[in-house]
């Protein structure tokens, strides 16, 4: 298993900013996810952030709007940029320990609200 | 593109009772799945991951299973409790890009 930390665990941001959240994981792994969820949906794959290598983004959704790092094994970043209030939403990092067989971890979440 | 149905999107049940929670995916070409429960304002908790070779897993008083070839799987949960109002979430992995989720099905046990 993993533990996983997320900073912040809410914010209210102003449109036009920008916001990083930090991912924190307790153990190695090489396989770091971020997910959206927006209000009353369910969970969104944004992008997967292997360590070593460039993030890689899914469908309608672009590295200029959510730059991500991976410095090392146990961290990540999502930035959030140019918000607006259509950004609001909980933002969720997870991660696979092992291989694309092993079960998913998911941090607590950031809950974000845009004004 | 991998889609994953949830029903039903609610459910209310009185407490004792066994109920059963539904899944489909559209490509059966998974590696795992995994069946999590969300309470508000919470993340997620992992309750069952079913490799593509296995049929069932069980936990406690949850039994999940899954039929690869068309596209199914069920959530179980024997003799509820109120503790188990949360939203369950079914999610399929295809390799290394993440998960494919439903919409997930809302819970509430009357006490």
């Known amino acids: 298993s993993a533990v996983i930390s997320q900073k912040p665990s809410r914010d209210i941001c102003q449109r036009g900013t920008s916001l990083t959240i930090q991912c924190q994981v307790d153990s190695q792994v090489t396989m770091m996810f971020w997910y959206r969820q927006q209000p009353g949906q369910s969970l969104t794959l944004i992008a997967t952030?292997?360590?070593?290598?460039?993030?890689?983004?899914e469908s309608g959704f672009v590295i200029d709007k959510f730059p991500i790092s991976r410095p090392n094994l146990t961290f990540s970043t999502l930035t959030v940029s140019n918000m607006s209030p259509e950004d609001s939403s909980i933002y969720l990092c997870s991660v696979a320990p092992g291989t694309a067989y092993a079960e998913q971890y998911f941090g607590p979440g950031t809950r974000l609200t845009v004004t | 593109k991998q889609e994953v149905t949830q029903i039903p999107a609610a459910l209310s049940v009185p407490e004792g009772e066994n109920l059963v929670l539904n899944c489909s995916f559209t490509d059966s070409a998974i590696y795992n799945l995994q069946w999590f429960r969300q309470d508000p304002g919470k993340g997620l908790t992992s309750l069952l991951l079913?490799?593509?070779?296995?049929r069932e897993q069980t936990s406690g008083r949850l039994n999940a299973s899954l039929d690869k070839s068309s596209g199914r799987s069920t959530l179980y949960i024997a003799a509820s409790q109120p503790g188990d109002s949360a939203t369950y979430l079914c999610a399929v992995s295809g390799g290394a890009d993440g998960l494919t989720f439903g919409k997930g099905t809302h819970l509430i046990i009357q006490p």
């Open positions: 952030a292997n360590q070593g290598s460039e993030a890689t983004y």
């Open positions: 079913i490799q593509s070779s296995q």
